[in-house]
């Protein structure tokens, strides 16, 4: 019982695109222990990407690499969620220049863990092996991803007025994207059917315990959510995930067949 | 990574700074003169002569902030890394950095100077930094350039410093000293998959060795006879091999293992002279440098003002952090009341 590579490419997605994501930070954190910290869960998200991307790779077999498939393929062919490739800051256009918001980043680092540690938790038993110890290794990873946005989450909502402000806008702003988390993809249903996955679904009961404790410890509001359910890991994704890969695809692709 | 010179005043330039007058304790003096004589430590709680005090704080200061600021021109590579594996160690190398920054401003904190009076040095530009990250990081073979030739500098200038009287900074300086030679052949070792790739990537190499050979010559400071506070600093234990001998060391080192990787080192006189057992090299530009050092280099303004707007940015975020330990501190009271 194996997960298709589908499945692993949606996992390796997620972790490519927020690990190049909160890269960003380096250099221009808060404070340097955030810069540090901020540095060391993008260096976990590169680092479960590579395992997971080497592991659709000999599921795909032929000429399938890790760096072929993070660089030579194109936005429609990403299958991460739209949550991960937004920039770090409130809504805007693609193009639009704005300040990067620790807040957004944060807000995401939460909803993202949230489901993480659920997700690795249960592909930790799952009878794929290759899959499982992946998992295992991420689970370590996701809860302490977990643990420090949940902290950051608490002091920004219950600091100054100015956190607590944009804690509830990185809230508002972010949380619709969630709404992606719970509506199965082929390749997810793929992976249930061939008993290797995890049903989405079965995860909501425990997501929405972990976030709702933590967002009323930081009296932070839950926001309503209705209308538009994003579709990144169908491969539908919003303006921003084109410039993300435009930056991170465009050295690898100027030389192709170079060996780095 | 590493400041040039620790001899480069801060807010000064190449003239000459009047030695301080000691009006210190004559028998702490001796007490201290003989504890450096018998190359014994200096502890934070030791006493120790004014001047030697703020020298210590200026020279590791301005180490903690190359580190930081140093993290700009490879950031600057992050995201465009080639292959998942060089992002991964390019960002590791980053954080290490700024690891180095937080144990050194950890260490300067023992004398008495806090990190917030440091950053503000460095944000009103008063105090220093090494001039090589005021240079732009152009291709992708600077990143492995800056880990063979500025990291491999900045072990050069450093193993000695891990024997400085002053413990705390020689114990950092021994842990940053070890993760600086693991940079330095991990940078190494990228020219060599890229000297090895195709034409393109071995001219990335030469192109980044061109532009960033002479400034790592200049990293080691001025000449023995223009540095103006290398004999005191020797004196004390806090330097310990001069300028010119150290950027001896790093030629004789560097041109066998630019002959290996295949790069020609952009110096017409640098050639082996059999009298001397040692290469001769060209004269460096010091003009440029000193204009560099003074603030007008091509990067600088780039490079500080990222940092204070890194910092000035970052403020609501302290501020939340503190305002909500305030919180927490007052409910136990509350609770304990």
Request: aromatic residues 10%.
């Amino acid at each position: 019982m194996s997960a298709p590579a589908e499945y692993i490419l949606h996992l390796a997605d997620n972790a490519v695109v927020l690990g190049q994501r909160n890269a960003e930070w380096c250099g221009h954190g808060p404070i340097l222990e955030e810069d540090i910290a901020m540095g060391n869960v993008s260096l976990d998200y590169i680092g479960q990407a590579r395992l997971l991307y080497q592991l659709a790779a000999t599921r795909l077999g032929g000429d399938a690499t890790e760096d072929k498939l993070a660089y030579f393929r194109d936005e429609t062919q990403f299958r991460n969620y739209t949550l991960l490739e937004l920039p770090h800051n409130g809504p805007l256009v693609g193009y639009a220049v704005s300040d990067r918001d620790y807040a957004t980043t944060v807000v995401r680092n939460f909803l993202y863990g949230a489901l993480m540690v659920l997700v690795w938790d249960a592909l930790e038993k799952s009878p794929d092996a290759d899959l499982a110890a992946i998992a295992a290794k991420s689970l370590k990873e996701a809860r302490y991803h977990l643990h420090h946005a949940a902290d950051w989450l608490v002091r920004f909502g219950d600091g100054t007025e100015e956190s607590h402000r944009r804690a509830q806008a990185a809230v508002d702003h972010l949380f619709p994207y969630t709404e992606e988390f719970w509506t199965p993809s082929v390749a997810e249903d793929a992976a249930v059917a061939a008993g290797a996955g995890v049903d989405v679904r079965s995860l909501r009961a425990a997501w929405d315990a972990i976030v709702n404790e933590t967002l009323s410890e930081a009296t932070l509001v839950r926001p309503q959510v209705r209308g538009y359910v994003p579709e990144g890991k169908h491969g539908r994704h919003s303006e921003h995930l084109g410039y993300l890969l435009g930056e991170m695809q465009g050295l690898a692709r100027a030389h192709p067949g170079a060996t780095w | 990574m590493y400041t040039q010179s620790f001899s480069v005043p801060d807010n000064a330039g190449q003239k000459n700074v009047a030695a301080v007058p000691s009006t210190e304790n004559p028998e702490l003096m001796a007490a201290f003169d003989a504890r450096i004589d018998a190359d014994g430590r200096i502890e934070p709680q030791d006493w120790m002569p004014e001047a030697y005090r703020k020298t210590l704080v200026r020279q590791i200061s301005q180490h903690a902030h190359s580190e930081i600021v140093g993290m700009l021109p490879e950031g600057n590579w992050i995201s465009r890394a080639p292959s998942l594996k060089r992002k991964a160690i390019l960002i590791a190398k980053v954080q290490d950095e700024g690891g180095h920054g937080l144990y050194l401003y950890s260490a300067a904190e023992t004398l008495g100077t806090s990190r917030d009076q440091m950053l503000e040095g460095l944000h009103s530009g008063k105090a220093k930094y090494s001039s090589i990250f005021n240079y732009p990081t152009l291709n992708w073979a600077d990143v492995g350039v800056i880990g063979w030739l500025v990291d491999g500098a900045a072990i050069m200038n450093q193993i000695p410093l891990c024997r400085c009287s002053y413990g705390p900074y020689s114990r950092a300086m021994v842990r940053v000293c070890k993760e600086e030679s693991f940079h330095q052949r991990q940078g190494y070792e990228a020219l060599l998959v890229m000297m090895q790739g195709t034409e393109a990537q071995r001219a990335m190499v030469q192109d980044a060795v061109n532009r960033l050979w002479w400034k790592c010559l200049a990293m080691f400071g001025p000449p023995d006879a223009d540095s103006p506070n290398s004999a005191q600093g020797m004196r004390w234990g806090i330097k310990r091999i001069s300028n010119d001998e150290l950027r001896q060391k790093f030629v004789d080192a560097t041109v066998p293992q630019a002959k290996v990787l295949g790069v020609t080192l952009p110096d017409p006189d640098l050639k082996w002279n059999e009298e001397r057992q040692h290469y001769d090299y060209g004269q460096i530009d010091w003009q440029e440098f000193w204009n560099t050092v003074e603030g007008n280099g091509p990067c600088n303004k780039e490079r500080l003002a990222t940092r204070v707007k890194a910092h000035n940015d970052g403020q609501w975020v302290r501020d939340a952090a503190l305002a909500y330990t305030r919180k927490q501190q007052q409910r136990a009271q509350k609770e304990a009341a």
